[in-house]
């Protein structure tokens, strides 16, 4: 199991960022997928979760409404669109691969850092 | 402020046994399965402990995971310099918005 995270940088308060995960080494389209993040110096916060056929869509309070989690089971991409960023999304990004019911997120991809700042 | 309460540190010296516990309420750790999660600094997480209180495979047995009630408990015995990390309990929350709720995590010293 591979997963591995890109496009993090440094945007600017109320810019946008699109992550990417790819994923090898597993059937991707039978797998749930999770995004995690981690701000500097402190603990894990999940983000969202999307079910292995994009039926179920799953949010966290803070950044609902802001963040897009989307896959490509084509081409076993997980995506996560973040718009209108703030100081603090500015954290370590992981995407997981689902092991069962959450949180089991058995695999984890090395994380990919955003920072919002101006 | 963490839904899932832990100590933010523990310590212990080899071979000790050393427990983490991680307090919840009626709506997560009571009514669902807990996991732990280590991590060391600058790495990703990894999963050891699943429904509460199976290993992960290729997890030793020196780690074992409990729960009753509203708390879980993560216990590391026989610690070894390698057991140095930060440890995350997590569950699902039957109450909040977010599915998954993580503990604040504790950092585990080997003196």
Known sequence: ?118 | QSVLTQPPSASGTPGQRVTISCTGSSSNIASNYVYWYQQVPGTAPRLLILRNDERLSGVPDRFSGSKSGTSASLAISGLRSEDEAIYYCATRDDNLSDLVVFGGGTKLTVL
Not at chain 1, 52 to 73: K, P, W
């Open chain 1, 1 to 118: 199991v591979k997963l591995v995270e890109s496009g993090g940088g440094q945007v600017k308060p109320g810019e946008s960022l699109r992550l990417s995960c790819a994923a090898s080494g597993f059937t991707f389209s039978t797998y749930d997928m999770s995004w995690v993040r981690q701000a500097p110096g402190k603990g894990l916060e999940w983000v969202s979760s999307i079910s292995s056929g994009s039926h179920y869509i799953y949010y966290a309070g803070s950044v609902r409404g802001r963040f897009t989690i989307s896959r490509d089971n084509a081409n076993n991409v997980l995506h996560l669109q973040m718009n209108s960023l703030r100081a603090d999304d500015t954290a370590v990004y992981y995407c997981a691969r689902a092991g069962g019911d959450y949180p089991d997120f058995r695999s984890w991809g090395q994380g990919a850092l955003v920072t919002v700042s101006s």
